[in-house]
Every structure is written in C-alpha cells, then in structure tokens.
C-alpha cells in the first residue's frame, strides 16, 4: 500500500494470496514499510479474504486469471517493476505459467523469487501435500515438545507455517534484496517449512552432540524436564511459568516460594530427583492463586510470568505500556515487530479483499485506464 513508511519503504513486492505462511512473510514486508500488491484468483471466497485474515493487513489486493493469456501479461508486466514476488504452490505450476523464475528473470534481473513450500522445491516428497504438523514431525521438532510418557503436543502452527516458514521467507527475501542492491542481480529464495524448522532446532542438535539432550521427551532443560523451567497450576486451575536457570535467579524463586531453607530440597540439578523438586514446587504453587502469585513474584528476578489467554494478553500493563498491540478498525493485532529507532513503521491497516475495479491499484504501477479496460475485455481479471 502506497505510502507505509519503515525500513522497506521504496521496495515493492508482488504475493501470490495464499493461506499461513506466504501471507505471514508478505504481512512482515508490509509491516516494515514495503508496498505489497495481493493477487487472488477470481471468484473465490473463503477465509484468505475474509476481513478477519489479519495476516492479509496492510496491502490491496486484485484478482488476476492467470489461466488467462491477458492475465498473465498482466501479472508478467507487475513483475517487470517489483523488486520481489512470493508464491507458495507446489514447484513446477509457475513454470507452466511461463512465470516461473528463468521466465521472470528474463525481463527483471533484479528480482527476487520468493518460493515458500513445505518440504522445498526439490527431494523426494518435494510434490507431496502437507501442512505445517507434517513438516515439524520429519524435522525432529514436533517429537521434542510434549510431556514425558505422553504423545507430542502440537505446537500451534508457530513452528512450521510462520516461524521456519513465513519468518524464513521473509528473511532470505530481504536478504537476497540486500545482495541485488549489490550485484544488481535476482535469484531464487526456496523456502521451505520443513528446513526452517530444523533451522529452529540447531540449539536442540548442539545440546544433543554434546550429550545434554535425551530423545524422551519431558527430560530436557527447556522441554519441561526442569522443575525450574516449568508450567504449575495455581489454586484457582490458573496457570504461571518459571524460567529460574541461572543461580541468582534460582535463588530467588526459592526466597518468594518460601522453599529457601525447606529440608531436604533436592539440588538444582539433580536429574535424578527432578521429579521430587517438581512435585515440591507443585505444591506450593497450588497453595496460592494466580493473582496472588502475580503480587508476589511478577517484577522479581525469579523468572515468572502468568500464563495468560489472548484477552488477558492485551489488557496486561506491560503490553499496554510496550504498545504491544494495536487497534484497527476495531480489532486488535499484534503490532509490527521488531521495532526501529529511526525508520519506524506505519501502523497496520485492515485485510483487504479483491478490489472490484482493478484500474485504482494497477494505476499505481504504471497501467493507464484504457489499458486496465482493454485487459478486462481479454478476461485479464475473470469474469469472461
């Protein structure tokens, strides 16, 4: 959207509407200034376009047929003044388009190819369907989170679609724009899911090589195997966290739960009596609400906060003071992150759906009114 400010302002990039993480990657682009130019396909309808789809903020969006010779002109010609494009269908339908990235590069050296999939652009499962839960389970992520003797717990999509999705596609796009700035050559960005979520456990794999990692879960420092790294319920069926691994903090959680000079405490890094320790702690987090809790330990050095649901996030006080989220139109989002001291970002607008008269986006891009008019009769935009 024309106008953004941040440190992406001037850059513009050409999404391919899809659902997760593609929208997630190109939301970021736009959050930091870019101006992102959505295309869908004709006609349809569902929750990528619904004014709810917060990952869709901030850009405009037009439907383009690209079974359509005219439509692919038309998107061929976006392309020709961007500076990056994102697509996230299985390899080889672009190609077929004659868009793919040889084609692209033809007429935009300078442009980069965002290519987002779950398993990558080659290998052996590299045309099989999935989702995000698929592509954490073959990177070793999804076996590593659970409790001991249960199955793993999922992760939300965080892991797969927007943190070794979205978030990686982000990165080597604004990467590779770096090195063109450099080289004034393009080239391909080949995302996948599957690698980025192995990327997320390389702490994991160092832990492991060093023989401070076990493959069962729930006996690991961060997987909660550590009493002292750990969720406990509070008298009200409430929940806090604790993350008191360095001494001076360990110390603390046991000053403010009274456990300092409890008798017989086992040591802080006894494995063999870490469920002895998380039975202790239990206990006396059950002896106390939430709230009361929060009175005692939040703003201390033990390492504490409540776990809260997302109503209780954005009314918490250091969110609010942090301006953590935004409100657009009525709703609350998560505000643009990270955050910059110079070139700060515009505050998010509304998802957008497919505008019904293309001519006011493509104007912006170099397309006069006979020319949108002209592609329209052609079914550039569907509908004939």
């Given at each position: 959207m024309p106008g953004r400010v941040g440190p992406l302002s001037g850059f513009r990039v050409i999404e391919m509407a899809g659902l997760a993480p593609g929208p997630f990657c190109a939301m970021m682009l736009a959050d930091m200034g870019a101006e992102v130019l959505r295309i869908a396909r004709p006609g349809v309808v569902g929750d990528e376009h619904s004014e709810h789809y917060l990952l869709n903020r901030s850009r405009r969006c037009i439907a383009i047929d690209l079974k359509n010779s005219a439509g692919r002109e038309t998107l061929a010609r976006l392309l020709s003044s961007s500076d990056a494009f994102i697509e996230g269908f299985r390899p080889g339908v672009m190609e077929r388009l004659e868009l793919g990235p040889d084609d692209c590069f033809a007429f935009n050296r300078r442009l980069v190819y965002g290519r987002m999939t779950g398993w990558g652009q080659d290998g052996p499962l590299a045309m099989t369907a999935g989702h995000d839960i698929n592509y954490i389970a073959l990177s070793g992520a999804l076996h590593s989170i659970g409790r001991k003797g249960e199955p793993p717990s999922i992760p939300l999509n965080l892991i797969g679609d927007f943190g070794g999705g979205g978030m990686y596609l982000a990165f080597g796009i604004?990467?590779?724009?770096?090195?063109?700035?450099?080289?004034?050559?393009?080239q391909v960005v080949d995302a996948s899911m599957l690698d980025g979520a192995a990327s997320l456990m390389t702490y994991m794999f160092g832990l492991r090589a060093a023989g401070q990692w076990s493959d069962v879960r729930g006996e690991n420092i961060v997987d909660g195997g550590a009493p002292w790294y750990h969720i406990y319920e509070t008298k009200d069926g409430k929940y806090i966290s604790i993350a008191a691994f360095e001494p001076a903090f360990y110390a603390e959680l046991l000053r403010l739960t009274g456990l300092a000079n409890a008798p017989d405490l086992p040591a802080q890094h006894d494995r063999v009596r870490w469920p002895e320790l998380e039975a202790r702690f239990a206990q006396v987090f059950r002896s106390r609400t939430r709230a009361e809790w929060c009175a005692l330990m939040e703003g201390s050095d033990a390492c504490f906060a409540p776990v809260l649901d997302l109503s209780e996030a954005v009314a918490h006080p250091h969110t609010i003071a942090r301006r953590s989220f935004v409100e657009v139109a009525g709703v609350l989002h998560?505000?643009?992150a990270p955050r910059f001291s110079r070139t700060s970002t515009s505050d998010p607008t509304p998802p957008s759906v497919?505008?019904?008269?293309?001519?006011?986006?493509?104007?912006?891009?170099?397309?006069?009114?006979k020319e949108v008019a002209a592609l329209g009769r052609?079914?550039?935009f569907g509908g004939v």
């Amino acid at each position: 959207m024309p106008g953004r400010v941040g440190p992406l302002s001037g850059f513009r990039v050409i999404e391919m509407a899809g659902l997760a993480p593609g929208p997630f990657c190109a939301m970021m682009l736009a959050d930091m200034g870019a101006e992102v130019l959505r295309i869908a396909r004709p006609g349809v309808v569902g929750d990528e376009h619904s004014e709810h789809y917060l990952l869709n903020r901030s850009r405009r969006c037009i439907a383009i047929d690209l079974k359509n010779s005219a439509g692919r002109e038309t998107l061929a010609r976006l392309l020709s003044s961007s500076d990056a494009f994102i697509e996230g269908f299985r390899p080889g339908v672009m190609e077929r388009l004659e868009l793919g990235p040889d084609d692209c590069f033809a007429f935009n050296r300078r442009l980069v190819y965002g290519r987002m999939t779950g398993w990558g652009q080659d290998g052996p499962l590299a045309m099989t369907a999935g989702h995000d839960i698929n592509y954490i389970a073959l990177s070793g992520a999804l076996h590593s989170i659970g409790r001991k003797g249960e199955p793993p717990s999922i992760p939300l999509n965080l892991i797969g679609d927007f943190g070794g999705g979205g978030m990686y596609l982000a990165f080597g796009i604004v990467c590779a724009l770096l090195e063109a700035s450099r080289s004034g050559q393009g080239q391909v960005v080949d995302a996948s899911m599957l690698d980025g979520a192995a990327s997320l456990m390389t702490y994991m794999f160092g832990l492991r090589a060093a023989g401070q990692w076990s493959d069962v879960r729930g006996e690991n420092i961060v997987d909660g195997g550590a009493p002292w790294y750990h969720i406990y319920e509070t008298k009200d069926g409430k929940y806090i966290s604790i993350a008191a691994f360095e001494p001076a903090f360990y110390a603390e959680l046991l000053r403010l739960t009274g456990l300092a000079n409890a008798p017989d405490l086992p040591a802080q890094h006894d494995r063999v009596r870490w469920p002895e320790l998380e039975a202790r702690f239990a206990q006396v987090f059950r002896s106390r609400t939430r709230a009361e809790w929060c009175a005692l330990m939040e703003g201390s050095d033990a390492c504490f906060a409540p776990v809260l649901d997302l109503s209780e996030a954005v009314a918490h006080p250091h969110t609010i003071a942090r301006r953590s989220f935004v409100e657009v139109a009525g709703v609350l989002h998560p505000a643009p992150a990270p955050r910059f001291s110079r070139t700060s970002t515009s505050d998010p607008t509304p998802p957008s759906v497919p505008e019904q008269q293309p001519a006011g986006v493509l104007a912006n891009w170099g397309f006069d009114a006979k020319e949108v008019a002209a592609l329209g009769r052609q079914g550039a935009f569907g509908g004939v």
